[in-house]
């Protein structure tokens, strides 16, 4: 069966560090891959996705980046943060035919 | 005009009532529809998925969708304190190759 990893669960940084956050996807080959971030009260809001190794699509201009190193692996980053980058930060893919699977996100705050 | 619209809640309801949540979507070409359920802290999980106009059932849980008026709805039989949680739908089409979120409506079911 397919699993979604994403961590960390939690991360605290300070304004201007870097960020890293990475997902990967077990039981599945050549996934779409999605990174979306969660503000409260304001939906998902669709920030990269991927259809293949290196190649990804950026739907919302701002301070963050993705790679797709691998085949199963997602990676969402910063250079530097700011305070408006707090959120809840949601890996997903999506298989043929239904919707897609979340992963367990990470909350992100940024201080 | 956003692509979907949902009421934001939060709607409190009593044990072993019906409860009825409602999106609208603005674009016919849409085919496909979903409702997430999303617990605090955690990622959303697929509830029900449909493309046809028309109930879908599943369990205390119905999907309904009318393409006519472009409204999709999710009816819980019987609610229970565990279906506290946030719903989401969400549209998808081929055509778009993304899904479009609801902002999510937070259920309370008292006990």
């Known amino acids: 069966s397919q699993t979604i990893h994403q961590w960390p669960a939690t991360l605290v940084q300070p304004v201007g560090s870097p960020l890293s956050l990475e997902c990967t996807v077990e039981?599945?080959?050549?996934?779409?891959l999605y990174w979306y971030r969660q503000a409260a009260g304001r939906g998902l809001q669709l920030l990269f996705y991927s259809v293949g190794i290196g190649q990804i699509s950026s739907e919302v201009p701002q301070n963050l980046s993705a790679s797709r190193p691998q085949d199963r692996q997602f990676i969402l980053s910063s250079k530097k943060l700011l305070l408006s980058d707090s959120g809840f930060y949601l890996c997903?893919?999506?298989?043929?035919?239904?919707?897609?699977?979340f992963g367990s996100g990470t909350r992100l705050t940024v201080v | 005009q956003k692509e979907v619209e949902q009421d934001p809640g939060p709607l409190s309801v009593p044990e072993g009532a019906i409860v009825s949540l409602n999106c609208t979507y603005s674009?016919?070409?849409?085919?496909?529809f979903m409702w997430y359920r999303q617990y605090s802290r955690k990622g959303p999980e697929l509830l029900m998925y449909?493309?046809?106009?028309g109930n879908k059932e599943d369990g205390r849980f119905t999907a309904q969708v009318d393409k006519s008026s472009k409204y999709i709805s999710l009816f819980i039989r019987d609610s229970q304190p565990s279906d506290s949680a946030t719903y989401l739908c969400?549209?998808?089409?081929?055509?778009?190759?993304?899904?479009?979120f609801g902002s999510g409506t937070k259920l309370n079911v008292k006990p």
């Open positions: 969400a549209i998808h089409s081929y055509n778009f190759n993304k899904f479009y």
């Open positions: 997903a893919w999506k298989g043929s035919g239904e919707g897609y699977t």
């Open positions: 449909t493309y046809s106009s």
């Open positions: 039981g599945t080959s050549n996934p779409n």
């Open positions: 674009n016919s070409a849409f085919q496909y």
